[in-house]
């Protein structure tokens, strides 16, 4: 818990953090997420939003935010939804529109990223004045809990292919919990042109090639806790797939 002077200076810093959650039926994990994230940026003291970005889920997602929002208020959590399944990249683009933060965070909804890790996130950007701060399952205390043996290897195979084909000066390609300066996030989301499973793995890659610093925290990622997992035989291919064209392009 941090002490009042420094709760106090946090909010006095000027900086806000618009985190954007992209929900495709979350409708069970959205309280528990947004919740924890109302509380660890109340004990840290930042100045902070909350976009949820919901495309279309048929589980009643939309329902359970408009409820948090008349809890927490609509100046702490803003709705833009979307009509449809339109992909992750895209979801950041329509967030990134509407928030007022001059920081961006981007975690998944479904409770695998802990909002606990947030406030290091912040002080590791500090530390370094770093563009991107990036959290990482590979480095550290990191690690991977809930995942069978498969997972696990996909995803390690996934992340030591990538380190040899572009060398990209991090250690966590595919994860999806990281920390932007908003302008750094819009000129990386531009150049994209990966959809699925590749589009984190190509923001880093673009950032090494854009020069900007990137910063890494260890974190825990945790399966998730409700729901399907995403990732199916399709997002494999569509993984490797995109893994060539970004080696034959960069």
Not at 15 to 37: A, G, Q
Not at 168 to 189: C, I, M, N, Q
Not at 227 to 235: F, M, V
Request: hydrophobic share 40%.
């Amino acid at each position: 818990m941090a002490s009042r002077k420094s709760l106090q200076a946090n909010r006095a810093n000027g900086d806000k953090y618009s985190v954007l959650l992209p929900t495709y039926n979350e409708r069970e994990n959205l309280p528990l997420i947004v919740w924890l994230l109302v509380k660890y940026f109340g004990e840290s003291g930042y100045n902070y939003e909350i976009i949820v970005i919901d495309d279309g889920s048929p589980d009643g997602t939309l329902e359970v935010a408009e409820q948090l929002q008349k809890i927490y208020g609509d100046d702490k959590i803003l709705l833009r939804p979307r009509a449809k399944k339109l992909g992750l990249g895209t979801a950041y683009i329509h967030g990134m529109k509407h928030a007022t933060g001059n920081f961006i965070i981007i975690m998944d909804a479904d409770l695998s990223h802990h909002p606990k890790f947030i406030p290091q996130f912040i002080k590791k950007q500090k530390e370094g004045d770093y563009d991107l701060v990036s959290g990482t399952r590979y480095l550290g205390s990191g690690g991977v809990y809930g995942w069978d043996l498969r997972r696990k290897l996909i995803s390690r195979g996934a992340n030591f292919l990538t380190q040899v084909l572009l060398r990209p000066g991090a250690s966590d390609l595919t994860g999806s919990f990281r920390l932007y300066k908003k302008k750094v996030l819009e000129s990386l989301v531009e150049r994209c042109v990966s959809k699925g499973y590749v589009f984190q793995m190509e923001m880093i890659v673009r950032a090494r090639q854009l020069n900007y610093t990137v910063g890494e925290v260890p974190i825990s990622f945790v399966d998730r806790v409700y729901g399907e997992s995403k990732l199916g035989g399709n997002e494999i291919v569509s993984f490797v797939k995109g893994l060539l064209t970004l080696f034959a392009t960069t």
